[in-house]
């Protein structure tokens, strides 16, 4: 058995025994290791506060003065936008007149 053989046959041990999952033991060691290390093992007891984003800059329009605050960057139209040659097109002979 040359090198690579070796090789390849112990990672496909490894590979057996992560697949297999960490003994009680195992995981005894390693909980101690991190205790021993300054980490905390348990989840903490309450969730932490959502952290708040910086206010970004006010937008600026085109002439250099930041937007209402009515004015949404997001807003999609919701129907059809009449096309100019529609527009340019006469009337129908069947549309009444009304003065």
């Given at each position: 058995?040359?090198?690579?053989?070796?090789?390849?046959?112990?990672?496909?041990?490894?590979?057996?025994?992560?697949?297999?999952?960490?003994?009680?033991?195992?995981?005894?060691?390693?909980?101690?290791?991190?205790?021993?290390?300054?980490?905390?093992?348990?989840?903490?007891?309450?969730?932490?506060?959502?952290?708040?984003?910086?206010?970004?800059?006010?937008?600026?329009?085109?002439?250099?003065?930041?937007?209402?605050?009515?004015?949404?960057?997001?807003?999609?139209?919701?129907?059809?936008?009449?096309?100019?040659?529609?527009?340019?097109?006469p009337m129908?002979?069947?549309?009444?007149?009304?003065?």
């Open positions: 058995m040359n090198a690579a053989q070796k090789a390849w046959a112990t990672r496909k041990q490894k590979a057996a025994a992560l697949a297999a999952g960490p003994t009680a033991a195992q995981l005894q060691e390693m909980a101690a290791t991190l205790k021993a290390a300054g980490y905390r093992v348990t989840k903490p007891s309450a969730k932490a506060a959502p952290k708040v984003k910086a206010a970004a800059a006010p937008k600026l329009n085109a002439i250099g003065k930041p937007y209402s605050a009515s004015y949404d960057p997001n807003y999609k139209i919701r129907h059809k936008v009449p096309s100019p040659a529609r527009l340019c097109k129908p002979a069947n549309t009444p007149y009304v003065p």
